[in-house]
């Protein structure tokens, strides 16, 4: 167990529609990072947040979004679904300063869009 | 540019030495990392090593570090059935201040007894 929550789980949903997706970073990590995984493109990086402030952003689509809270959780909301967007979506944290900044996984969120 | 590259697949049987190899672009990468993942699982960070390193040892796992080619592998000694899973490695390229990990296709490891 890292220690990042991710939820929910599983998520089934139809295209058009809208999605949030929850992740709890490991306490005391102040840094937030979004995956996804799918089939045909791997592991890529989507954003990054810190501290409640967006830091550094990847290959992440206009319908989607993310902000981290106050409380260090964040969110990453996905709309105008489509099918291509079905994906493993992986939350991790890390705590900068930290030596590697090791980034910790969470289980991550199954989407499948139909 | 950044692109890691890994084989996609490894069989081995139990017992065995596995190897499983990667090559990065990024020679300002300051740390890699070994990451697995289990079916249906998340991915678990099982080592890393600084740039500065040659090889690093961590009980079954081994890491050697051949900067000059832009070579990593990782060793895993006595591999366990348990072992078998999907093992990626990832650099933390210096132009994004660490801000993000780039992937590698990852490596399917099957353990056979």
């Known amino acids: 167990d890292s220690g990042v929550t991710q939820t929910p789980k599983h998520l089934i949903t139809a295209t058009g529609q809208r999605v949030t997706l929850r992740c709890s970073p490991r306490?005391?990590?102040?840094?937030v990072y979004w995956y996804q995984q799918s089939l045909d493109q791997g592991l890529q990086f989507l954003i990054q947040?810190?501290?409640?402030?967006?830091?550094a952003k990847g290959n992440i689509l206009e319908r989607f979004s993310a902000q981290q809270f106050p409380d260090l959780h964040s969110e990453l909301n996905l709309s105008s679904l489509e099918l291509g967007d079905s994906a493993l979506y992986f939350c991790?944290?890390?705590?900068?300063?930290?030596?590697?900044?090791?980034?910790?996984f969470g289980p991550g969120t199954r989407l499948l869009v139909l | 540019g950044e692109d890691v590259e890994q084989s996609l697949f490894l069989s081995v049987r139990e017992g065995d030495s596995s190897v499983i190899n990667c090559t990065y672009t990024?020679?300002?990468?300051?740390?890699l990392y070994w990451y697995k993942q289990e079916p249906g699982a998340g991915l678990q960070l099982l080592t890393y090593?600084?740039?500065?390193?040659d090889m690093k040892q961590d009980q079954r796992l081994t890491v050697l570090l051949n900067k000059k080619d832009k070579h990593l592998s990782l060793r895993i000694a006595d591999t366990q059935t348990g072992d078998s899973a999907i093992y990626f490695c990832?650099?933390?390229?210096?132009?994004?201040?660490?801000?993000?990990?780039?992937f590698g296709t990852g490596t399917r490891l099957l353990v056979s007894p």
């Open positions: 990832a650099e933390s390229p210096m132009n994004t201040g660490f801000q993000k990990l780039v």
């Open positions: 991790a944290s890390s705590l900068p300063g930290r030596a590697a900044e090791t980034q910790y």
């Open positions: 990024d020679s300002s990468s300051t740390y």
């Open positions: 090593i600084f740039s500065n390193m």
């Open positions: 306490s005391g990590d102040l840094s």
């Open positions: 947040y810190y501290n409640g402030e967006e830091r």
